[in-house]
């Protein structure tokens, strides 16, 4: 069956660069994003793992803990980690699972089951679906997936304005409109009366329509946007 948002995040038990971890014993009271590859020294991939690499403190700033999965062996990934150094310039901090039984890509519907149980003769192009972003809160539900061809490499930092957005609107009753990014206004949500908005929010808020009023963000407004300058200057890809 197909998870979706919502759905309670797929427990499993796997080695890693880092040891083996049991998946929910590992996220703890975090936030954890996984991410999956479909296969070890491969081109887009390795500039993903690097550029992570440098991205992963505007993880931490948010308690979000990040952890990787490409359909191959430990001692696989640990020779990839040294390409994604010499290229990127990043240095590989977070775990990397080895999915080499193809255990985890099917628990959370990324192979299909008949994909049999080795990645050993498989290619990127049979592993292509194994391309996703989960993100996942303290209490091990799946509150956002997003999903990516081989050929388009991820936007980290959209992944990091969802992971404010999710963190956000799990904490109050607000949804973020298009393009927000943190520490802009928001949206009180519509299941909200106007009395018990009053409640929340006695500073007011302004209306645009009946259904959309908007209010300055609350709570982590000080949490910094992600220095997208910096990370940049030191990518030498």
Not at 25 to 40: E, N, R
């Amino acid at each position: 069956m197909a998870l979706r948002i919502g759905d309670r995040a797929p427990d499993f038990t796997a080695d890693t660069t880092q040891g083996r971890i049991n998946f929910h014993q590992w996220i703890g009271d975090s936030w954890a994003m996984l991410f999956s590859h479909p296969k070890d020294f491969t081109p887009v991939c390795t500039t993903e793992l690097g550029y992570l690499a440098k991205t992963e403190p505007e993880f931490a700033k948010r308690d979000c803990k990040v952890i990787g999965l490409s359909v191959d062996p430990v001692g696989d990934h640990k020779r990839w980690l040294d390409d994604i150094a010499r290229v990127t310039g990043g240095t590989v901090n977070y775990p990397i699972i080895a999915d080499h039984d193809l255990n985890v890509a099917k628990l959370y519907d990324m192979l299909p089951a008949e994909s049999g149980d080795s990645a050993e003769g498989r290619t990127a192009a049979n592993n292509q679906t194994v391309r996703t972003v989960f993100l996942i809160g303290p209490d091990k539900l799946i509150k956002a997936i997003l999903i990516y061809p081989m050929s388009s490499g991820r936007n980290f930092f959209e992944v990091l304005r969802l992971l404010d957005s999710c963190q956000l609107t799990a904490e109050y009753k607000v949804a973020t409109p298009v393009n927000w990014s943190q520490g802009e206004g928001v949206i009180i949500v519509p299941s909200v009366s106007d009395e018990e908005a009053r409640a929340l929010f006695p500073a007011g808020w302004k209306s645009v329509t009946s259904y959309m009023r908007l209010v300055p963000q609350p709570g982590r407004a000080d949490l910094p946007k992600a220095d997208i300058d910096v990370i940049h200057k030191s990518e030498p890809v």
